[in-house]
């Protein structure tokens, strides 16, 4: 397959286990990948040595500020943003190529394949949920907070319909850490950003989560993983706010 004008981002720490599937899956397209890798301890940079030579080496402080930092890195316009957990398939390289070819927009979301374990969860709003992934740098830039920032593009937003393959949770340890991770950086973003949350509106949305993600977005299809999702959706809300009420009493 002839390479194009695309930069690949990648940024990681500690992804020796899925970094390599990755960058393998657009070796052969992209004519640049970029990795900004946050002090990992594993071999991760070792097996990204095989694919680029093009490797940043910078901590992790704010997720919108290093994601912003890790783009402008990039030696072309167009960029492909990817978790080190994620790959590209073959269609989804034709549809990026003519994408970028027709340049009819100057950002495009992506269908995420969200899996847990080998499972494919198509529901609970889980897919085909698009991320905005496909971006000319120039155009675009993330909100810089620690979680969960909000994307900006100067110009008009595509939707391309083939997926990006995600296996972020290979099982519920893992989904689990990772909901304990981010309800930390949600809590600390509320203290950081001055919002003032209640106890009556976090019950009120742990409460209303479960059933809008296992009924109302038909996670009872996917059976008990979907029965998960949806439990942990609506522990998000308490768990973050029980980490801001610490946060608060913590500064006085």
């Known amino acids: 397959m002839p390479k194009i004008p695309l930069s690949v981002v990648v940024i990681t720490k500690n992804e020796e286990n899925n970094i390599g599937e990755c960058l393998q899956s657009v070796s052969d397209w992209a004519d640049e990948i970029v990795i900004v890798d946050d002090q990992s301890s594993d071999r991760t940079v ?17 997720e919108g500020r290093h994601r912003n930092w890790a783009y402008a890195q990039a030696r072309n316009e167009w960029v492909l ?9 073959d269609e989804l390289k034709m549809e990026i190529t003519t994408a970028i070819k027709d340049q009819n927009y100057q950002a ?7 899996y ?6 198509r529901h609970s709003g889980w897919y085909p949920a698009g991320k905005l992934r496909l971006f000319m740098k120039s155009r675009f830039r993330y909100e ?26 290979p099982d519920f340890e ?3 850490a990772s909901l304990n991770r981010q309800t930390t950086l949600e809590a600390r973003k509320w203290i950081n950003t001055g919002r003032q949350m209640s106890l009556g509106k976090a019950v009120w949305r742990t409460i209303d989560r479960f059933p809008r993600s296992f009924i109302g977005k038909k996670g009872y299809k996917d059976g008990f993983i979907g029965f998960m999702v949806a439990f942990f959706a609506s522990l998000y809300q308490i768990i973050s706010y029980a980490k801001y009420w610490e946060m608060k009493r913590a500064k006085g």
């Not at 943003?81 to 398939?89: H, N, P, Y």
């Open 81 to 89: 943003s990817l978790d080190a957990d994620e790959k590209v398939t």
């Open 144 to 169: 810089e907070v620690e979680v969960h920032p909000r994307v900006f593009v100067d110009g008009q937003t595509g939707h391309l319909t083939k997926d990006i393959i995600h296996k972020g949770y």
């Open 174 to 176: 893992h989904f689990l």
């Open 108 to 114: 495009y979301s992506i269908p995420l394949r969200n």
């Open 46 to 62: 070792t097996i990204a040595q095989d694919f680029t030579d093009k490797i940043f080496h910078r901590k992790m402080d704010n």
């Open 116 to 121: 847990i374990g080998t499972y494919w969860v």
